[in-house]
């Protein structure tokens, strides 16, 4: 639906029919995953008076959501983004109005809380996996593919960051069930603006009949193809959110105030959103599977690198570094997959990935308490970045032949080069 670009740019990703009103149709929708998980907290917070109420209703959101992720990308494959996403979408929306109400009424029992709020996780639709599968089939060209999917995690890592300020804003004038409110109101309409988007078109349901190149399963190479995006995902994610936890470590050590937490953080994001942007402005002559080991590898010994810092001015400058490196080990990882993926597949291989992300995020943060607890800080930076680096490790080569080929803007040859530099959402 596109034609090759032979000086591929963001502006060109923009200029494809329909596909920059697709992108800012789905990024409200986006948005909503950025400010319900501080929203929800707060709310069950205040309702029980307990954190440990509130951290076992998030956890039991968190799995469902991520245990069933593959699950519902299935759906959105099998019956397409509108007569599964905005299903889904809804029934989300309609279960986080559900909890926002329960937990402005008193004496709302936590049990009903936590069903509630695993029910809500179960139905979490899957907006990231579908918009970059849209972005998959509208462009062929895999320059324009690689600048697409850079500018869609540089749009979703700022959702992550403005999602809780936010929320800030909204709890600052109303209760926090209304941060819940607000989360509910943008799924459902940008969902709904999505799927009414002529781009969605593209994705042509697996299930539907007459569709010779829309296999009923994958084939058997498909999960080998798919094993070093997911697992350097995993890795990528248990280590972001071990730094995250050294990094209040650090601050609480120093005696540093909450304060220079959210700076440094916002200098890890800061370097990822740069390199992201970087990493989608050069064509690389090596192809995914190649340049992956060599991203995830120095986002560990940056980590790593970081554990030396003597004051939060250096650690600054450090996670600067190693967020350079995050945005485009990720894009890389969803470019992987997408290549891995068989028509009518592309959405639950994006899927897999992103749950790979959020599965990491979730046990890096467990982990590395238990070893922040234990061990000096200098260690604790250096064994989360070492699982980044063993990541690296994880053979690009698929059975019965070399690395997947990062596909040409004739879909069969890798990409030339010209010149070149470098969820957790649903």
Known sequence: MSA????PSYAAVLRVPHARGAFLAALPARLSYGTVALALMLTVTRATGSYTVAGTVMALFGATGVLLSPCRAALVDRHGPRRALLPMALLYAVLLCVL??????????????AATAALAG?????????MRAVWAALLPDRGLLQRAYSLDGVAEELLFVTGPLLVGVVVGVA?????????????????????LSPATDAL???????????????RRGTGRALRQPVLVAAAVGLTLSGVELLVVAFAGHRHLGDSAVAWVLAALSAGSAAGGL???????????????????????????????????????????????????ALTTTYLIADEAAEPGFRVRAGAWVNTAVNAGMSAGAAATGLLVERLPLTVCFAVSGAVAVAAALVPGRVRGGGPTPDRGADGDAPARPRSRAGASEE
């Open 100 to 113: 926002a109400a329960a937990g402005s009424a008193p004496g709302t029992p936590a049990a009903v809380l």
């Open 204 to 218: 042509r349901p697996a299930g539907r009949a007459g569709k010779p190149d829309a296999p009923a399963s994958p």
């Open 4 to 7: 090759p670009s032979a000086r």
């Open 278 to 328: 970087l990493n989608g402005a050069v064509t690389w002559s090596a192809p995914a599977r190649v340049r992956l080991p060599f991203l995830a590898g120095g986002f560990g010994l940056a980590v790593a690198a970081a554990g030396f810092a003597p004051g939060p001015g250096t650690l600054v400058a450090a996670l600067v570094c190693a967020g350079l490196f995050v945005a485009p």
């Open 175 to 195: 209760a926090p069930a209304a941060g819940v409110l607000l989360s509910a109101a943008l799924v459902a309409a940008g969902t709904l603006a999505f799927v």
């Open 122 to 130: 179960a139905c979490t639709p899957p907006l990231g996996p579908t």
